[in-house]
């Protein structure tokens, strides 16, 4: 296990992000992705855990201390795909895995359905697919959207006088995670501003997506992967209610107790977490 945490920036054709190493140098190569408004923190527990990996966990774009993108652009799943290969091509990594959690689990499922020549293995933490939507709603949601994108303008992020008012916002989010997570994700999450402090993150991350893929769509990429997989499945996490999405993935899956953040929440969910992760890439 290796505790010694290496921070960088890469600067990429179209982006800079900031990133987190961890373990060897000559570690099989992974590539971390977070989830949705969280940043390279929610490996803070579990990625010195990991044994003979060499993890670049990411501040994925829009978040932590990574670059956010120019105005009039979005983010979209398949840019944040194209962000991995650019962050891959700089490292010279032609092979490599993902390590990914709710967000970061989509994107990674998305990249290896779309080029599996390029990946070893994939660990998943409660995530697998997008969310979908049916067909005959594609043009009422990109109607939702652009309008959401035009209110938009000139909305003012909210301001916490203190760092702990800012954390226990963070604690009851959308998705709550234990004080110590929030705490964690806090440390590169949040900056201050005249009176009191703002997360750093992009406020148009909370936009809603102006088209969705239909099921049938999403599990095409989890049908052409063509790696070892392992999902992770939280037993209260976002996952669990999903079984007959279950059901039909191909994929090796371990239900574990905890919530959505399980390996962030604290160091027993990290642990049996990191015992699953080390077993995976231990497989021959």
């Known amino acids: 296990m290796s505790t010694t945490v290496e921070e960088v920036r890469l600067s990429l054709p179209h982006i800079e992000l900031a990133a987190h190493l961890f373990g060897p140098v000559d570690g099989q190569p992974v590539i971390a992705l977070h989830g949705w408004l969280d940043n390279a923190n929610s490996f803070a527990r579990l990625a010195p855990k990991l044994t003979g990996l060499r993890i670049v966990a990411l501040d994925m774009a829009g978040h932590g201390y990574s670059d956010h993108r120019p105005a009039g652009a979005g983010y979209a799943l398949w840019d944040y795909v194209h962000d991995v290969l650019q962050v891959a091509e700089q490292l010279g990594w032609k092979r490599f895995s993902l390590l990914g959690h709710s967000l970061g689990a989509i994107v990674s499922v998305v990249l290896a359905g779309a080029l599996p020549q390029r990946i070893d293995r994939l660990a998943l933490i409660d ?61 590169r999450g949040l900056m201050p501003v005249p009176g009191g402090f703002t997360w750093r993150s992009d406020s148009r991350l909370t936009l809603p997506s102006p088209l969705r893929l239909s099921q049938e769509q999403a599990l095409t990429f989890v049908q052409r992967i063509a790696c070892p997989t392992q999902l992770v499945v939280a037993r209260d996490g976002m996952l669990a209610s ?34 699953c992760f080390n077993r995976f890439f231990a497989m021959p």
């Open 127 to 187: 995530g697998v697919i997008p969310p979908t939507a049916s067909e005959e709603n594609t043009a009422q949601r990109m109607g939702m959207a652009l309008e959401a994108q035009m209110l938009h303008y000139g909305k003012r992020k909210p301001v916490y006088a203190t760092l702990e008012r800012a954390v226990e916002a963070r604690m009851k989010g959308v998705v709550a995670v234990s004080r110590e997570a929030a705490e964690l994700l806090a440390q």
């Open 242 to 275: 999903h079984t007959a999405l279950l059901e039909q993935l191909p994929l090796s899956l371990e239900t574990l107790p905890g919530g959505h953040h399980l390996h962030l929440n604290d160091e027993c969910g990290a642990a049996l977490v990191a015992d």
